[in-house]
């Protein structure tokens, strides 16, 4: 798909951005003990190859292609030892010969490591026999798997003598950009859709940054903050900081291998916004068995979307190489990119891996977060609740076989998200400090049970 | 027909550094070929062989994404505004 007819630069020779070598090179120089460690070693065009220093710089200047971090797999082959990365820090920062930063010392405020679940008891509902939850809505600092990305960005940021971060953001980003730059003690700008929900809004409010809710949905927002990066001299973590941050997704796949034993999955089902997590997950286990870390297996890789916003579902169901984008109207926020930037590589990797792409009802995706909360105890947000949803979807339709591993990536916290399940879920039993009107309560309350008493989505 | 051109930072040293152009056109494929015109070299950068607008590449007229209007043949009128926007990840 990515051939050269799209790139008339693909038979270029290898180009380095001309601007700031000698600074890049000054940099890291400086100190010896750094130059060592670090182990990536340029900006890559994933269209046509290009090279640039690795500087904040995120489209390639003759295609626009998206650049991407190459690393020096032979170094990391030689300095990485399943024993050295079980040494390190209970966090991503236990891979972080495998990040881009060259400082010892990253931003590291105890993000990673988040539990993997094995889900029995979904399971069994599901119809599966090996069901694991990778549950980031408890990933620290902010409660989704975004913090990994920041916490990268962030440091790399600070290499490069940013001292203004920020973002455009559904929720998620900007709840963790303003936390970890607060933590250190970088200056913050965050825009955000109007509309997003309050939990989110709040919490980014707590950390003082500023904070801009732009009159439009999320593409619009990315529109705008395209046009202030290219005035501001800041770093936008998903603009031109983005190569450094999109790498941060690769430890939920170096997280999943290393606590199933140094195993791959099977199947991996994960929700899909620009594309950008699914295609680093892959990524990530493709550098590890790369580097002699876990032993080679096909992984069939799954996306889910909102019906409400599902360009990429849709290029996938009709066989399509392009996204048509679209204007996104689903409860699933944090998902709702109706321009995804990488989604034709998201397509790419569920084609070539036997994979699929489906996506949900707004209806069928509060079901998911209920049946997650109510068979596994995790309270997810909407993006979990899609990928719970297709991942039922998927088994119903036969495409999940009930023998292989597969793990679920739950990516984001319900507390976030509560106006998406008020109203859909029960109340409490109001009773005067009594007894017999504790009694009267129960026996009610199991009365509705018998009857299988349940509200119904309207 | 004079139409505002916001430019992003990596086409701008076709443009001697400058955020914004001031051109005429009367639709989207007319405005490449004047920006060529005032900046040579920068429609190779935008389009692809075959001369449409590459693929990583979001063209805005106002608000509006091309794509949800007519495409390259989209109508530009005096005093819009197109803004030219890489794809960037998110979320």
Redesign the interface.
Known sequence: MFDE????CYHRPQLVDAHSPTETMTQTIQSPELATQATFTALKCK?CGAEYEPQA???C??????LEVSYDYNALRRQVTRESIQAGPNSIWRYRSFLPVSTQTPIDVGTGMTPLVRANRLARRLGLKNLYIKNDAVNMPTLSF?DRVVSVALTRAKELGFSTVSC???G??ANSTAAIAAHAGLDCCVFIPSDLEAGKVLGTLIYSPTVMAVQ?N???V??L???V???YGWGFV??NL?PY??EGSKTLGYEVIEQLGWKLPDHIVAPL????LFTKIHKGFQEFIKVGLVEDKDVRFSGAQADGCSPIAQAFREDRD?I??V?PNTIAK??A?G?P??G?YALEIARKTGGNIESVSDAEIVDGIKLLAETEGIFTETAGGTTIAVLKKLVEAGKIDPDETTVAYITGNGLKTQEAVQGYIGEPLTIEAKLESFERALERSRTLERLDWQQVLV | MAVKV??????Q?FTSDR?TLECDATSIAELIDSMEQSCPGIK??LC??EGKP?????L?VN?E?I??LEGVQTALKDGDQV?I???????
């Open positions: 007819y799209f790139c008339p269209e710089i995120h489209v200047e003759f295609c626009f292609g998206p975004k455009a953001s559904t998620n980003l439009g999320y593409d619009q990315n529109r903050c395209c046009e990066a290219n005035t998903n603009i983005r941050y999109s916004a620009s594309g950008s392009f048509a984008p204007k944090s998902i990119i321009n930037a990488d034709v | 916001l430019i992003p930072t990596t086409l040293k955020a190779g950068r692809d062989e590459r693929r990583f590449l979001n805005y608000d994404d794509r949800f803004s926007v890489p794809a960037v990840a998110g979320g």
